[in-house]
C-alpha cells in the first residue's frame, strides 16, 4: 500500500540566509524532537567557490510505537539517510530522506524544500512531501501506516516551531541578518541563478499564488485542517493543473468544498469538481450575476432575499416558503427560469461569503438559509411544484456543495413532516444533518433563533426588532402566466393526493423502499381499523397521509398508557379491552376528524411520551381507506414543532387545489 502526504507552504518572514543558520541548529540534536537521538555526517563537501554544498547525515530515530510492538519487532530504534543539497546562490536547499531501517519491508521517502520567497525576497518559503510505500511488515501494515502518519502529522506541526525557537534564539545572541552570499570576485558566475532570477520575473501574480498555499493562507482563509487534509487539498490542486479545457481555476475555498463533500476521497472529489465545472462552462454559470436581470414576477411576488449575518458571519437567506405562490410563480417562470432564480440566489451567497470572510479577516465558507413556513398547506405540494423543488436540489447539492451552513426552519405547520419526508431523501446526509426546527415561539424560547442569531435582527414578522426588505409573497396573477405552461395543469388540478404522493415517494424508493407501500383496508358498516404504535423514541414525529374512499370515515389518535396485547382480530377494538377508561389509562391525543367521502388526509403528530400510540379509524357505514404512515426519528427535528395543524385536501376533480380547512 502507498500513501502520500503533502504540506501546504510554509511562510518564514525571515530571509533565507537567517533561516539557514537557524536551520543547522537543529543538529545533530533538537531538544523539540526527542524522537532524533542523534545525526552523524557521513558526507560533507562544497562546490562551485562556495555557492553549493551538499551535506549526508545518518541519523538515530528512537520508534515511536507502543512498547509491546517495539517487542515484536526487535528495535528500539531505527536509521535514516538525510541528503541536504544546499544551493546559496540561487538560495534554495533541497532535503532528500530516506529510510535504511526494513528498508526491503517498508519504503519512506520524504523530500522537503526552503526557498526565496518569489514575491518577497526577505521571506523563506518551506514545503513538504512524502510517501510511505508498505510492502509486508510482519503482519502490522496498517498500525505501520497509523504510525506514519502520525510522524508526519508531528514534524508538520513542529518544522515552523523550531526555526522560530532557533531565529529566537540567534536574536537573544545579537545575530538578526546574515549577508548573502557572492561570489569571489574572480569566480565565475552561476549560470543556474541567471535562469532562475529569469523564471521568477516570468511568473504572473496569479501564478504565483497558485504555488504558494501557506500555512497563515490557510487559517485565514480555509480553517482550521489537519495537514491529512491539507494534503488532499494540494493533491486535487495540482491534478487540476492536468485538465485542459479549464477555462479559470477554482479558488481553495470551492476546491475545500468539492473534498468535503466527497469525505476527502480525492478522485471521487476530482470527478465531481470537473462535471460541475463543464455545467459551468455550458450555461455560463460564471456570468450569471451580470447577466441575469429578476423576471417581475420574482420582484413582485417573490418571498425572499438577504438579510444580515448570523453570530458566525455567515450571510442569512430569508425564504418566506409559506407565503409562496409555487404555481403562480411556477407557471409564470416555468421550471427552468426557477431553476435559474435559485442559481442566482447561490451565485450570489458565494459573493456574499466571499466579502463576509474579506470583512472579519477570517474564515467564511457557507451561508444560512432561514425559512418561514407559515401559511405552508398542501397546496405547496403540488406535484409540477414539488418535481420542480427537486429539479432545483438536485442541481445545488451536485454544483454548490457544503455552502449551505445551516438551515432554521420556523413556524412548521402539521404538513411538514409530509414534505420534509417526500424531499429529504433527495438531500445529502451531511446537508440534512444541519436543518433546525422551530414552532411559532421561535424568537423567544430558549436555545430558539438568538442562539445563532443577534436578536437585534431577528425579523419583525418573527417577533423580533428588525424590519426586513423581503417581499411578503402574493398570489401572482394570471395574466402572467405562459402559454402553455406545465401543459395547461389549471387550477381545477386537485392538490397532491395520495397516488401524487406515492409517485414522488417512489423516486427515493432507493433510500427509502418501503415509502412507495400504502395499505387498502375494507371497513365494513361499524367497524373500526386501529394500528398500534409503540413509541420509544420521545418526539419523534408520527405522520399519516391516507385516502377515504366509499362513505365517510371517523379518525381519532390516542395515546395509551398501559402495555397492550398485539391483535389478531381486526373485529375487536383494543377499546374493549376492561378496565380501559378514557382519563385513566388511555388519552385523547388529537380530537375526532370527521373525515368525508374522497378526502386525502395528512398530518402529523409529537410524540412526547415513552407510551403507545393508537391511530383509530370508525367507519359509520361501509367504507374504504388508503393508508400510510410514517415514524420519523426525533434527531431529524431539533427544535420545537408546536404549531402542527392538520390539513385536508380533497381529491375530487372539481376541488380547488389549494383547498384546505
Sequence with gaps: MVQKYQSPVRVYKYPFELVMMAYERRFPKCPQMPIVLDCEIVKDESLENGAKRNTSRRCKLAVDAPYIFKKLIGVDFVFFLQHNYLDMANRTLSIEAVNESFSSRIEIFERCRYYAHPDNAEWTCFDQTATLDIKNFFGFEHSMEKMGMKQYTQTTLKGKEIIEFFINQLKEEGVTEVERWTPPIDGPKSPLKEQAAVAATSLTADQ?????????????????????????????????????????????????????????????????????????????????????????????????????????????????????????????????????LALHICEEGIQKINESADRLDKPVLNWSLLVDLEGLSMRHLWRPGIKALLNIIETVERNYPETMGRVLVVRAPRVFPIAWTIVSAFIDENTRSKFLFYGPDCAHMKDGLTQYIDEEIVPDFLGGPCKTMIHEGSLVPKTLYKMGSLEEQDDETPAISRTQVEEVKRLSSVHHDHRNLYKTVELKAGYTHELLIRNEDPKSVLTWDFDVLRNDLHFTLYRVTQDLPDKSDSAVSYFDLPDFVEGVNYFREEPTLVCRHKESVQGSHVMHHNDSYIMHWFSPSEAQLNLFYEVLSSVNYKGSMTSLQSAFSSNSSAASSCQSR
Excluded at 240 to 248: A, I, K, P, Q, S
Design 208 to 340: 504565483r499564488h497558485d504555488i504558494l498555499l501557506d500555512g497563515d493562507f490557510i487559517a485565514r482563509s480555509l480553517g482550521q485542517l489537519s495537514p491529512m487534509q491539507e494534503s488532499k487539498l494540494l493533491e486535487l490542486r495540482k491534478m487540476l493543473d492536468g485538465v485542459d479545457d479549464l477555462e479559470r481555476m477554482p479558488s481553495y475555498q470551492t476546491i475545500l468544498r468539492f473534498l468535503s463533500a466527497r469525505d476527502w476521497h480525492v478522485n471521487q472529489a476530482f470527478a465531481m469538481l470537473c462535471d460541475s465545472l463543464k455545467w459551468r462552462r455550458e450555461h455560463r454559470i460564471d456570468a450569471l450575476l451580470e447577466e441575469y436581470m429578476k423576471p417581475a414576477v420574482v420582484v413582485e411576488h417573490f418571498p425572499g432575499g438577504w438579510h444580515h449575518h448570523d453570530k458566525d458571519g455567515r450571510p442569512i437567506y430569508i425564504l418566506r416558503l409559506g407565503h409562496m405562490d409555487v404555481k403562480g410563480l411556477l407557471k409564470s417562470l416555468g421550471m427552468e427560469g426557477l431553476l435559474r
